[in-house]
Every structure is written in C-alpha cells, then in structure tokens.
C-alpha cells in the first residue's frame, strides 16, 4: 500500500511540475522541489546534523546526488517526450534491480508482469520520439536504479528521517546552478509558490517519506 500510494504521488506531482516548466524550466523546479521538500522535512523531524562518521556523510552526499540527477533528468526528459513513455524508460532502472535481485522463479514472473504493465501503460504512437528525452530518460532509470541502491545501504547505517532530510538539502545544493535562475521567476508569483508547494509535497516528500 505504501509502494502504491508513493507511485501515485509522485506521479501527479511530476505532472503538476509541468504546469511550471514555462516558469521556471525543468531545472528551476527540481531545486524548488528539493529545496522545500528538505525545508519541510527539517521542520517536521528536526534531524540530528552532528554525530556522524565521515563514511556516513560520504553516503548522505551521493544520496543526494542521486535524487537529483535522477529529477533533473527525469524532469527534462518529460520536456522533450511524452510522460508515460519517459516513466516506461525510466521504470527499466528498478525493473533491472529486481532481475539482479531476484532469488526465485517466481520473483521473475513479478517483474514480466510489471514491465507488460507498464507498457501497456504507455502512449504507443508512430510520432518520432525526440533522441535526447530518449537518452534523459535513460539515465533517470540509471539514476532511479543507484538511488534504490543506496536507498537500502544508508537506511541501515543512519536513521532515515535524518538521512532523507539531509540528501534533500544536498539535492537542491546540487540543483542550484541548473535551476536557480529559473526558480527567481517562480517565487515572484505567489500563485505558482503554493503550486511549488504541492509539487514538492506530492512530488518528493510524501513518495520519499514513505519509501
């Protein structure tokens, strides 16, 4: 149930992101969702900053960084294709994992399933696909695909509030020269801070909260 709800989120916060990319581009509204995702997660957990090995930090950085290479390359894919042919791309990066990782017959019959699903799913046209959102898509999956990675490996070396909280924070750091310009356009209109607002919320703090 949690899998499931933190899909949809994330799914309908990706596309309310679109209604900001003529604002703010792609990269203007990952470092806004990183940004407020990491300023609500402070706030509601309070996250101990001090008190952790040099390893541990290492961790949290490329944790960081994972989540937003896989935004910012997710984001400008969805500006040159489709949404759902940019998730079917995407999807490839967990559904690998779940090849790698699987220990039983069965568990290969639940990822068949799931990549049929997911292309059925998608739009399946004869308009020429734009190369590059092809590619960005791509290394969304890759980037999705080390996320899950290290996902797993920090959760259990650090507490998880504190090592989400902190990897948002490095996100937006990492967003910041991509995105920062773009993102000034946003915060003068009031009316697109609160749609920010609930992307950053659908988008990235109820999905990753509840992963």
Known sequence: ALVVI???SVQIGAALAKGLFDTAGPS???FLRTLLAGILFGALWRPAVHGHSWKDYGTIVLYGISIALMMLAFYAAINRIPLGITVAIAFTGPLG???LGSRRPLDLVWVVLAAVG???????SNVKLDALGMLLAGLSALSWAIYILLTRRISRRINTQTALTLSMLVAALTALPFGLNDA????ATPALIGLSLLVALLSSAVPFGLE
Do not use: E, K, Y
């Open 118 to 124: 997911v292309l059925l799913l998608s739009p399946i």
């Open 97 to 99: 994992l779940a090849v």
């Open 6 to 8: 933190a899909v949809i």
């Open 28 to 30: 203007g509204v990952v």
């Open 184 to 187: 000034l356009h946003v915060l």
